[in-house]
């Protein structure tokens, strides 16, 4: 772990090259087989931002090849899902969804039906597709992404199935085309992999060990999307604070803060996700002092419970995950704090669930992300023992989910009067003429305005907490 050299990381000019000339190929042939229109591609990616970035790379490279694309499965001519494994719900959203493509084969059988992304990391998963599902066409993993214009080419020239999913540690493939799903804000990923092994996480074996891009690489991008006019950047990576480890130069996460900090324009900057085992007082001294950098922190800290933290491996314990909140806080007192919580994870009791619900109080997070645990293949807290029933878990959650509730609408109700800088990405939901974006501390608001204003950055004055938003009116220019 850890030992892969640089060299073996970066993908090659010259595989990079030689995927540009499958570009050339697939564009060609895709031109004969529409000479009058543009064939069409349905790309959906599920799961989370560092699969919604990687499918922006996918659509990228799908566009160079001629493709366009659709918001719809119908008219579609390739159809392409970039899927999660991270709980057992979602695979089963993917497995719904690629049995409904069956009709849409059956009705156009030139209908080409990719799937990637982390469940075709799995080997069961694969097994079962080819084996249920002889109308998928392509199957390709997360090591291979950069790989597509060729097996692409091969899916639709070789006339049978192509599966390209083989095991690796991870590359980085730079320069690679992205078409990204809005122009306001942007996701940048910093690295990929993990080398965390928390016990219920199926990240480690389907995206490999952690790699850090280079500082320039990631700047340049930035710089680019500054000049398009983009004003939110998320870094992103699995665990954001260990970033820099294997790159020649010497250089943390909160040294890449201040460089992205240092770059001139008017934007945001957000990361995700921290590991609360390395979150620094350096990252806490790091946000306070980087203007752009948004006082909110995402900070997963899964349990409240010292003896579920110690069976989960993550290397803390609730009283130094309280120390760094209270650190950030007296540093940065408005700073807010979201978080992932794992609820009846094996051999939770009610004694550790309590733990965890006396944990948000004290922390008082904006809000939460909850799930209930579930059982990976190849983990190793699917060989724990489990005894706790579906219907003990589903109430421990729902009082969770009730308790969450109270508290946010708290801390919401303590926006009311305050005037926030919100960054206006789109119409709001709560009425004719609304406007919708997020303050630094990642709240929603609606307020009512003029469309002109997307993608700009507007004052707005709360009037009212909802409580999954805030509404306000925008403060009058002086
Ligand atoms: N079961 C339930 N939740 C999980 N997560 C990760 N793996 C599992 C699992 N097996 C949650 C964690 C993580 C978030 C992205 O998903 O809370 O932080
Ligand atoms: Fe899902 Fe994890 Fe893969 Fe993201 S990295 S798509 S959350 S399994």
Redesign the pocket.
């Known amino acids: 772990m850890g030992t892969q050299k640089r060299e073996e990381i970066m993908v090659s000019r010259e595989e990079l090259l030689h995927q540009q000339e499958f570009e050339k190929k697939v564009s060609a042939l895709l031109k004969k087989q529409y000479p009058s229109r543009m064939p069409m591609a349905y790309v959906h990616s599920y799961g989370?931002q560092q699969n919604i970035s990687d499918g922006e790379k996918i659509k990228g490279m799908l566009a160079m090849m001629g493709y366009g694309f659709t918001d719809g499965i119908d008219g579609a001519d390739l159809v392409l899902y970039n899927t999660c494994a991270?709980?057992e719900n979602e695979e089963d959203r993917v497995f719904g969804n690629v049995g409904a493509l069956k009709h849409y084969k059956r009705r156009n059988p030139n209908l080409l039906i990719a799937l990637c992304g982390c469940m075709m990391q799995q080997e069961h998963i694969v097994e079962k597709l080819k084996k249920s599902y002889p109308y998928v066409d392509l199957i390709f993993g997360t090591h291979v992404v950069h790989k597509l214009p060729e097996n692409l080419y091969h899916a639709l020239t070789d006339g049978k199935r192509v599966f390209c999913t083989p095991e690796s540690d991870g590359v980085i493939a730079e320069d690679l085309p992205v078409r990204r799903d809005g122009s306001i804000k942007a996701w940048v990923p910093i690295m990929y992999g993990c080398n965390n092994f928390?016990t219920?996480?199926?990240?480690p074996y389907v995206r490999g060990r952690e790699r850090s891009r280079e500082p320039e690489a990631i700047l340049s991008e930035i710089e680019g999307l500054i000049k398009q006019g983009y004003k939110e950047f998320t870094l992103l990576g699995q665990n954001v604070n260990s970033y820099g480890k294997g790159l020649d130069e010497e250089i943390n996460f909160s040294e890449l803060l201040r460089r992205v900090n240092a770059l001139p324009g008017d934007f945001r900057i957000r990361f995700m996700?921290s590991h609360p085992k390395d979150a620094s007082r350096e990252l806490i001294d790091t946000i306070a002092e980087c203007e752009k950098v948004c006082n909110h922190f995402h900070l997963?800290v899964?349990s409240g419970s010292d003896r579920i933290l110690d069976l989960m491996n993550r290397h803390y314990h609730r009283e130094d995950y309280l120390a760094l909140v209270e650190y950030a806080r007296k540093k940065i007192p408005d700073i807010s704090f979201t978080s992932?919580?794992?609820v009846g994870?094996p051999t939770e009791t009610e004694e550790d669930f309590q733990d965890t619900l006396s944990l948000i109080r004290e922390v008082e997070y904006d809000s939460l992300?909850t799930?209930?645990?579930?059982?990976?293949v190849g983990?190793k807290?699917a060989q724990m023992e489990d005894p706790t029933t579906d219907e003990e878990k589903g109430r421990r959650f729902q009082q969770l989910l009730d308790v969450q509730k109270e508290i946010g609408q708290q801390k919401y109700d303590k926006y009311v009067g305050q005037t926030l800088r919100v960054l206006v990405d789109g119409v709001g939901k709560s009425g004719d003429g609304y406007l919708t974006g997020r303050t630094e501390n990642y709240v929603i608001v609606d307020f009512p305005g003029n469309r002109e204003d997307i993608g700009k950055f507007v004052d707005v004055t709360i009037t009212k907490a909802l409580n999954w938003a805030l509404l306000g009116e925008a403060k009058p220019v002086e």
């Open positions: 989370c991270i709980r928390c219920y996480c199926i990240v996700t997963p899964q992932d919580i794992i994870f992300f799930f209930i645990y579930s059982k990976r983990t807290a």
